[in-house]
């Protein structure tokens, strides 16, 4: 909790710091609030509390993911550190911003009870409709922001729905208690109590970008500016499986049959969908936000296994994807500048032969993202596998299996360019603290590969 109290002060320092219009201090004050947050989560050895009434409780695995999104938003800062030497924009703003999304992502890890669920979601998701739509010269940016706060007003009214209806059946917001009338009916169900499930489910799911509620991510991943796309990418997804995994695979795990059925539907169209789409983008933040959904279908395949390891797998799953998006996000945005702003994957073309390190990073991230060995990507997905073998769930995970060997293709297709000889020299500048984050990214997804040091 005293984490979470930091970082809504050093929200406040970054705001008071941006009347000052001196971007100097922002980034260096932002990585160590939040370096200071992370040591705190991490060094703090007294009994992990519950708090706020019981409404929150910081178990092991809680605290793990509140310092591996602490530690992915401060290779964020890093890089924005290049990133707003380039803008006029608000920056003090965009730093307070994805640190109050922040304390929303750390809420989200250690909920009890759904109200504090939905102050979770809130919070880390009002900022992130502001920041979609920060580039206020860009009709993109305009659209991408008022399109993700449109949506997202309907999820949450759909999500308010739910936990009413749920809170009439159960008669109580607290988990524990609503877990207990789930195990209770859960062979015949009475009608409101399903149809809150579904409406909770239905607002989770346009939080991780999972079919049929995945259609505002392309859109918002592209005009969104690219920071903030790997901010949502990375801590934001996260978040929502660290929430989803909390109320299906830790609290309600008796759920009633149409309810799972439901989420098995919606797994399988996620992982086809995802996919699919994905292979006819050539517009690399399209093609991230498709990638994005088939590996939200993954982690769903990891949730609903509902297995002992499922917690691990996912968390697991969440950073070593986490690592690969962000080290690509910071060489494209390089690449895209030397590029004159072209935004296709044709940017990465020559950068081998130009760059042979940036080339080979590229490589070993792009590999870890498709699952190819000995890259961290691969014993992700190994492991959602092998939980869902385990779980019973053979043929679902033969389709998982399918769907992995087609998403190959079109990071493939990165690959391709970044290894095809270009006549115009790509020539990329990048920043020590760039080239920083894209090394750590890449020995990272590598790594962790080979060496998982117990995180599996």
């Not at 729905?161 to 169900?189: C, H, K, P, R």
């Not at 092998?386 to 293709?409: H, P």
């Amino acid at each position: 909790m005293s984490a979470i109290i930091l970082l809504s002060v050093l929200g406040v320092v970054l705001l008071y710091l941006g009347l000052g219009k001196n971007k100097v201090l922002l980034a260096p004050v932002a990585i160590l609030g939040v370096a200071g947050s992370a040591a705190l989560m991490l060094f703090d050895q007294r009994p992990l509390p519950a708090w706020a009434g019981g409404a929150m409780l910081f178990d092991p695995l809680s605290v793990k993911f509140c310092v591996a999104m602490a530690g992915i938003t401060l290779l964020l800062f890093v890089f924005g550190a290049d990133y707003y030497k380039r803008t006029e924009e608000n920056v003090a703003e965009h730093y307070a911003l994805m640190v109050f999304s922040l304390v929303g992502a750390f809420l989200l890890t250690s909920y009890q009870d759904l109200l504090m669920l939905f102050l979770g979601i809130e919070v880390l998701s009002i900022p992130l409709y502001i920041l979609a739509g920060a580039k206020k010269r860009s009709y993109r940016s305009s659209e991408a922001g008022f399109k993700y706060f449109l949506l997202g007003s309907f999820a949450t009214a759909f999500f308010l729905m739910g936990i009413a209806l749920v809170y009439g059946m159960a008669g109580s917001f607290d988990l524990s208690v609503i877990s207990a009338y789930a195990t209770a009916n859960v062979e015949q169900a009475p009608a409101l109590f399903l149809i809150g499930l579904f409406f909770i489910a239905l607002g989770l799911a346009f939080k991780v970008a999972a079919v049929p509620f995945h259609f505002w991510s392309p859109d918002v991943y592209e005009g969104a500016p690219t920071l903030i796309t790997a901010f949502m990418s990375t801590v934001v997804k996260t978040a929502g499986f660290a929430a989803v995994y909390r109320l299906i695979g830790v609290h309600i795990t008796a759920l009633p049959p149409q309810v799972e059925r439901t989420l098995w539907v919606i797994t399988g169209l996620t992982l086809l969908v995802g996919n699919v789409v994905a292979l006819r983008q050539s517009h690399f933040k399209r093609l991230m936000a498709y990638s994005s959904v088939a590996h939200t279908g993954f982690l769903l395949l990891a949730v609903l296994s509902r297995n002992g390891a499922s917690g691990q797998a996912i968390f697991y799953y969440t950073l070593t994807y986490a690592l690969a998006s962000v080290g690509l996000f910071v060489l494209f945005t390089a690449a895209k500048r030397a590029a004159n702003g072209d935004e296709h994957i044709r940017v990465f073309r020559g950068l081998f032969k130009q760059h042979p390190l940036l080339g080979a990073a590229a490589l070993i991230m792009l590999l870890s993202l498709a699952g190819i060995p000995p890259t961290a990507g691969f014993m992700a997905k190994y492991q959602v596998f092998v939980l869902a073998v385990q779980s019973g769930f053979v043929w679902v995970t033969l389709f998982a299996a399918v769907m992995a060997v087609v998403g190959i293709y079109y990071y493939l297709g990165i690959i391709r360019e970044t290894f095809t000889a270009n006549e115009a020299p790509v020539r990329i500048e990048l920043g020590v603290g760039n080239g920083a984050v894209i090394a750590v990214c890449a020995i990272g997804a590598l790594l962790l590969g080979v060496w998982p040091m117990g995180l599996i």
